[in-house]
């Protein structure tokens, strides 16, 4: 059963513009939400992380916002670059210590 | 480079032989984890370890399948009588107990099994 859903395979954006991915999850005890980036051939990278207790934490161009009643989140990333383009995971957990949940992922291809 | 290195990078191996993958982990994180990932999907929590003691092993996908951590540095995931369904990129991550930073990924290794 999937608990962390990413329902946009693909996303395709223009450089300098906004890239939004969305993320849904249904387990209400996560409490703590990462997003993670992979190129082929390589693991995960962690790009930033949000807490139950906040609903936005930017970091440079990345920025997560949470809408808990909605168990939504989003990254955006502004401007976007086409160093970007790269699978990006959503992950949930219940606690930062513990195994991570993620989605399926979101492709976001930046065209020039 | 001071990073979660894995070994190997890929691995080949007939059906029905046992495979063993090294994870080492970025030197002061106390917290190791195993995870799968097949195609088009996200990587899939195995195991866990804080320090030797493995924490959670529920998720392990058969009992052909093992992980250890004997001295809290590096850990390895044994695979017992491989299948085909096995296939896949396993992925080691660590992390520091306390630090706000996510997990933090190696390059994983792949398992073909012929």
């Known amino acids: 059963d999937q608990q962390v859903k990413q329902n946009s395979p693909s996303l395709s954006v223009q450089e300098g513009r906004i890239s939004i991915l969305n993320c849904d999850y249904t387990?209400?005890?996560?409490?703590?939400f990462l997003w993670y980036k992979k190129y082929p051939a390589e693991g995960p990278t962690f790009l930033i992380s949000?807490?139950?207790?906040?609903d936005k934490n930017e970091d440079g161009r990345f920025t997560v916002f949470l809408n808990k009643s909605a168990k939504h989140l989003s990254l955006h990333i502004v401007p976007s670059q086409p160093g970007d383009s790269a699978v990006y995971f959503c992950a949930a957990s219940g606690g930062s210590g513990y195994a991570l949940n993620f989605g399926k992922g979101t492709s976001l291809l930046v065209t020039p | 480079d001071t990073g979660v290195s894995q070994n190997p990078r890929h691995k080949i191996t007939k059906r029905g032989q046992n495979v063993t993958f090294r994870c080492d982990p970025i030197s002061e994180h106390n917290r190791l984890y195993w995870y799968r990932q097949t195609l088009g999907q996200g990587p899939e929590f195995l195991t866990y370890?804080?320090?030797?003691?493995?924490?959670?092993k529920s998720r392990l996908l058969s009992d052909r399948f093992s992980a250890e951590r004997p001295k809290g540095s590096f850990s390895t995931l044994e695979i017992q009588r491989t299948e085909q369904g096995d296939s896949a990129m396993y992925l080691c991550a660590s992390r520091l107990e306390g630090s706000p930073a996510g997990q933090y990924f190696g390059p994983g290794t792949r398992l073909t099994v012929t």
């Open positions: 387990n209400s005890m996560f409490d703590y």
């Open positions: 370890f804080q320090n030797e003691a493995q924490l959670e």
């Open positions: 949000i807490s139950s207790i906040k």
